[in-house]
DNA sequence: CATGAATGAGAGTTCATTCAT
DNA sequence: GATGAATGAACTCTCATTCAT
């Protein structure tokens, strides 16, 4: 009887925690940490503004939980997808749309992300990397194999890398600075295409540049 | 006399003013607009609080005054580029570089164009674009001129712009994040070499992605 | 059995209510009825905060028992302290001591009155002194019996009594503000000697200062 | 004009700044610290609650001025008194007058002093003791001087002292908590009088408490 | 013109009290 | 009866903005 009880209050407790984190997420990612404001917070998660400070310690916490629960999320969504092919290309053509369909889904994040680099950078940039590099592992060992096996050009792996990130980041960036109005998902064909074959059709000009340091 | 007085004068309001908006530019950047405070800008800009109400409106308009500021500085920047050759492909790169480095020395820019992208969004994002597109006009004739000489693979125009842009700006937004401790304009060969040739060695390989729609 | 079982359920909460109050007396006297708060008293006192509510009505209500049980104990104390002796100087200094003594042992009692004059001044000066005078009246009967025997010299009853109450109860307050770091009953015996014969030793100046009125 | 103009300046702030401490010494000392609220602080003092917050970083920062003005003005008071005559008793009872007449003058610091025993104990009871016992130590040379000229009896100085402190601190708090009906000032001759020369009538009885240990 | 003292709306946070379980 | 999650009034403190000097 007393661990039914207990379990059931814990879900409900459990439940009540996401419903003010969903809300906060919400409106963090709208107004950004400063300006959101928790009576605001209380109020859209239809709870007394005690019941926030009773979750949470306070403003900075309840934020902070809102990107940790988001991080852990991103991390769960790339660990998920898996080893589906042995194909390096198409690993990374996959990762890519794993990543991408991952924010399109969870659109309040990167407002959150993109708000937050300056008061919370070291916090939020550290979890970040230890959640997003440990995939960027195997995305390392994805272009690695990719190269022994002479299906991608010899490169520094990192700067690679630096240039993959960025060029996903960017397209999110985008995608929300222009208010989102188009299909997050629907980038993937060109900028794989783009990023494994370029632009350049004229073969001496390809050489050319492929040459250059 | 009074001529030559009220020149004095002006330019003596103008370097006030200029002196105001650096100081708030660069506390804007670090804080974003809330946490950003009118007090602590008066004092750098060693000035009273009064003055700085004086020249504008409110935080707001002096917000939006920095922010017009730098983007009327990065229309004037990517105009002085100009066209040093008629190389489609050179022009491409050339924007590249302007446009990071333009970044590179307005470092307060980012934080600022980054931050407030929600409180502000339409404003900025409107005035951004029309700064911008007013080059990417120029940039738009240039990929056409690409592939007009069969340069550059026939693609949609705007989708490989998206890519370009969303590459530029994810390494900017990269950078900021990552805590500026590298030079961005360094990044420029690798990026170009992507970009325009693709990661792909393989020949067979890069044909198969070529031709996928 | 109905019997057994509805004393032993009133023992229960008896004790339950002097936990409470325990608690409550030494967060009282350490915090002032102000700052003490709630949730700190349950869970110190091993109880629910809604246990606490329980017992007392309401915080006021359970300082005010805490004040009562309080100041009943004092009353209990210089009771049974009784007529030990007929000497009405022996009775003066037992009555000092047992005073004295008193607080040394209800430390917390000190802080809560000292703390409270003002919020609850009427009700606790009113109890103080109800419970207080009663014994007062007894101070008065062996100050008048030592008057009435020569041992005391003649002055004005109540203003002497003044002077003795003043006297232990700054002896009080100093010891709790210095920190209670010496016995407090150590200090009996000069002052009995100081309040019986005065710090005089010479004969012409002590006559003079006792006849002046 | 400008040295004026900026002594006008200091002198208003300066007004400002008592004019607040006044308000703030009445309500502190009236309802305690915790009680004490900046608002009802504020518009009793006919002021904006952004202005106290101007001239004091917080409520306890405004707590700890009114605590330090009163002490020192207690210091003030007991210098001024001075050497007004050469004779030990004289001067122990003009120490007496002073003190007592300076509270009687200054009720609002007894409250403030009485309430925040726990709170600011250490902070105050510094203050208070470095300011009051550098008055001690005068007091001290006084019954020092009294025991060499064979007026006042051998006895541990510091106890003496002791007692006639707790002896007139607890004045002052019967006084307070009593509801101050009467002149504390009327109270000196019948203290002085059973502090110099004792209640006992008898001899033989005062020789034996006089030797008494 | 330039200043910064003054202001009060509004923000974060606490906590006595209630009440469903 | 016992509990502690839930609540919102009330409190401290901040800060954009105004205005007398």
Redesign the interface.
Known sequence: MRTKDTKKKKALIDRRKTQILDVASLIF????F??ANTDEIAKAANVGKGTVYHYFKNKRALFLAVVDRGLEQLKGAILIEAEKTDDP?EKIENAMKTYLSFFEKNKNLI?IL??E???F?KRI?KHYFEHYYGNVDKIKQTFRA?MDQ???????ID??I??Y???????I??W????RKYRLID?V??????????????KK??KE??K??
Chains 1, 2, 3, 4 share one sequence.
């Open positions: 990612s709208k107004e950004g400063a300006k290309l407002g993109i708000h680099q300056s008061s950078q940039a990719g002479d299906l991608i050009k010899g490169m520094d700067s690679v630096s240039v990130t960025s060029m996903l980041n960017g397209l960036f985008m929300q600075i222009e208010g980038k064909s060109i900028v794989t295409k783009i990023f494994l074959t370029g632009i350049i059709k004229d000009r390809r540049y492929e250059e340091k």
